[in-house]
């Protein structure tokens, strides 16, 4: 990638110069952006643009297209910076592989300390069922081990991290959770949902300082892509919040954020006062809350995905249902009435049902309060309900279709047809917002990009080719879609009053998603 070198000067305005893509339906593609004062104040030609300001500075990037600046719609931020420098265990091929990693890890950490990491998938493993903790145990013994599958719904643990814990023979499964057991009653080493918080409760609390490293290398990775702006979607520590405002008091954050709050630390925003747009203290605009987050269900790797009958077809059950219909409409109410927007994770097809049973009886509130409902995943559904999306937010990670194909043929082959539906949502009048899940996944904007474009699976097969979208319409969920979702009027578009967040592509085509930088005057 060879970008052009970017001059320093003291003018007041820039001139950009560029194949422009705007995402404004009036002129949808221009040469050239004027920008002052962190917004964008004209497009058009050079020449026409010139005119107004013959002395503004000139960025020549000519030969690359400029875009609206890339969001990521749905990210464990700081949970992402963590993952940046535990063991990663992204595309392993077999146990053994994660055996041989975890051998090395321990290696290099004092006896006893624990080893945390994750990103496998039991179908890369080669594994029909779940995995046992003596496998764990056979290369650390010593050291408390908790590996995360790539959805975060299953922990594999070995035995010294379950005997911190206190996990034994007679521990009860917590509600929305399962201790995964062996032929004689005894904890596997596999935990299910709510069941690794039984686990996570004996793992020391990050510092302050750790967690604000975190946050700093999360958002710095994300700016690095290309990214100008992310909504964070808690299911992290109680401190991931505050790290990033925290940032963004002290001049350091790279991004732009929209933050959630978990549905149980919503009386607490009442008792603060906080409402939409609430910002940390200094924050210059860069970050905000704005979501109260719901968990209607698991994830199709960890086999918790709440589903209709016949369920998963290894006969592994209907999944788990986590936060129930009555909680996402009663707190989802309460949420409303504060501004916020109820975000909730389904990702079965009777998650979904239920989300959409909830919500309409939250949809005459939102509408008084100018709140968009918002469903994170919405990832198996049946036909009669993709209808019902329409009017809200559907918030989906196109880089989950690469590794799931394979699964939803061999698990869900009668829902394949409506699996990450986003023609038949578009098409429905859902408002479609991408991003990546990380740490769930990494984001990658190429591999977001041609997943929602090319419907190709990990295994070379597509899946439901006829829901794949165009290049304007992926580009829109990446950038108007998350900020439209935020009620951020002034992002994800270039016209006059917007946000001067860009992101510069080396290429940027249907058959080839190129090289990026974020650009932020």
Same mark, same amino acid.
């Given at each position: 990638?060879?970008?052009?070198? *970017? ?75 963590? !993952? ?6 992204? @595309? ?18 004092? *006896? @006893? ?96 300082? &750790? ?6 290398? @999360? ?7 290309? /990214? ?21 008091? $002290? ?27 609430? $910002? ?21 790797? !960890? ?29 989802? $109410? &309460? ?23 909830? /919500? ?34 559907? !918030? ?26 986003? $023609? ?11 991003? !990546? ?85």
């Amino acid at each position: 990638m060879s970008f052009p070198a *970017v001059s320093q000067t003291s003018s007041p305005l820039t001139l950009i110069l560029a194949r422009v893509l705007t995402l404004d339906p009036a002129r949808p593609e221009v040469e050239a952006v004027l920008v002052g004062g962190g917004r964008v104040l004209a497009t058009g030609s050079r020449e026409e643009l010139s005119v107004h300001a013959p002395r503004a500075e000139v960025l020549d990037h000519r030969g690359h297209t400029l875009t609206p600046g890339l969001a990521d719609a749905h990210i464990h931020l700081v949970g992402y910076g963590f !993952s940046l420098t535990q063991l990663g265990l992204h @595309g392993v091929g077999s146990v053994q592989e994660v055996q041989r990693r975890l051998g090395e890890r321990v290696q290099t950490l004092p *006896v @006893g300390s624990w080893v945390l990491g994750g990103g496998f998938l039991l179908s890369e493993l080669g594994l029909n069922g779940f995995p046992e903790g003596g496998l764990l145990d056979a290369v650390s013994p010593e050291h408390p081990v908790l590996l995360y599958s790539r959805d975060l719904h299953l922990g594999w643990a070995n035995g010294e991290a379950l005997r911190r814990a206190g996990i034994h023979a007679g521990t009860p499964d917590p509600q929305g959770g399962q201790i995964v057991r062996d032929a004689s009653g005894n904890p596997s080493g596999v935990l299910l949902e709510n069941a690794c918080d039984l686990l996570t409760q004996a793992i020391p609390a990050p510092t302050w300082a &750790q967690t604000l490293e975190a946050a700093r290398q @999360g958002s710095s990775d994300l700016a690095a892509r290309g /990214y100008v702006s992310a909504h964070t979607m808690a299911f992290e520590g109680p401190d991931a919040p505050r790290a990033l405002a925290t940032l963004a008091a $002290r001049g350091e954050l790279p991004l732009r954020i929209w933050a959630c709050l978990p549905h149980e630390r919503l009386h607490l925003a009442r008792e603060l006062g906080l409402g939409p747009g609430s $910002r940390g203290q200094g924050s210059g605009g860069l970050f905000e809350f704005g979501g109260v987050k719901f968990f209607a269900d698991g994830a199709l790797g !960890s086999r918790t995905a709440w589903l209709h009958a016949p369920g998963f077809a290894d006969g592994s059950g209907t999944g788990i249902a986590l936060d129930s219909p009555d909680t996402i409409r009663e707190l989802g $109410r &309460q949420a409303l009435e504060l501004g916020f927007t109820p975000v909730t994770h389904a990702i079965g097809d009777r998650a979904n049902t239920e989300v959409l049973n909830a /919500y309409d009886d939250l949809k005459a509130l939102a509408a008084r309060q100018g709140v968009r409902l918002r469903v994170e995943h919405a990832q198996h559904l049946r036909a009669p309900d993709i209808a019902r999306f329409g009017g809200l937010t559907v !918030s989906a990670q196109p880089i989950h279709l690469q590794a799931d194909g394979a699964m939803i043929r061999s698990l869900l082959p009668h829902l394949e047809a409506g699996s990450y539906a986003f $023609r038949s949502l578009l098409n429905a009048g859902a408002l479609l917002a991408f991003g !990546s899940d990380a740490p769930v996944a990494p984001p990658d904007v190429q591999a977001g990009f041609l997943a929602a474009l090319t419907r190709m699976g990990d295994d070379g097969l597509p899946l439901a080719p006829g829901e794949a979208l165009n290049l304007n319409e992926v580009l829109h969920a990446f950038t108007r879609g998350p900020a439209l979702a935020a009620g951020w009027a002034d992002e994800g578009h270039i016209v006059p009053g917007a946000r001067a967040a860009f992101t510069l592509w080396d290429h940027l085509t249907a058959d080839r998603v190129g090289e990026r930088r974020a650009l932020v005057l």
